[in-house]
């Protein structure tokens, strides 16, 4: 499995959770890495888009604010740290990768997807 998200987990309204994604198999540091979210009865969306070296970031206007995408490429690992967390946020959480074409690298047509991992905001 080239990706493996991990972190999720049942939360209160206004928590906090990390999740992680390690991958496996590839270039992680050639590779951008998006974040995306499936609620029941949505579609897939994306949530954040982070450049192969982590500098540039791209999020979802839902969760501007309040999540921060990261990475350490050393660790071939990469982080969606979520804060004050609302019931909207429940979801399905995956990462994904596809090859870093420079500035501006959209995450589209992602290449690796992982597993996802739940993440239930509920009092």
């Known amino acids: 499995v080239p990706l493996q998200a991990s972190g999720g987990g049942l939360v209160q309204p206004g928590g906090s959770l990390r999740l992680s994604c390690v991958a496996s198999g590839f270039s992680f540091a050639d590779y951008a890495i998006g974040w995306f979210r499936q609620a029941p009865g949505k579609e897939r969306e994306g949530v954040a888009c982070l450049s192969a070296s982590g500098f540039s970031k791209d999020y979802a206007d839902s969760v501007k604010g309040r999540f921060t995408a990261s990475r350490d490429n050393a660790r071939n690992t990469a982080y969606l740290q979520m804060g004050s967390l609302k019931p909207e946020d429940t979801a399905v959480y995956y990462c994904?990768?596809?090859?870093?074409?420079?500035?501006?690298?959209?995450?589209?047509?992602?290449?690796?997807w992982g597993k996802g991992t739940q993440v239930t905001v509920s009092s």
């Open positions: 994904a990768a596809r090859p870093y074409t420079g500035w501006g690298t959209p995450c589209i047509d992602m290449d690796y």
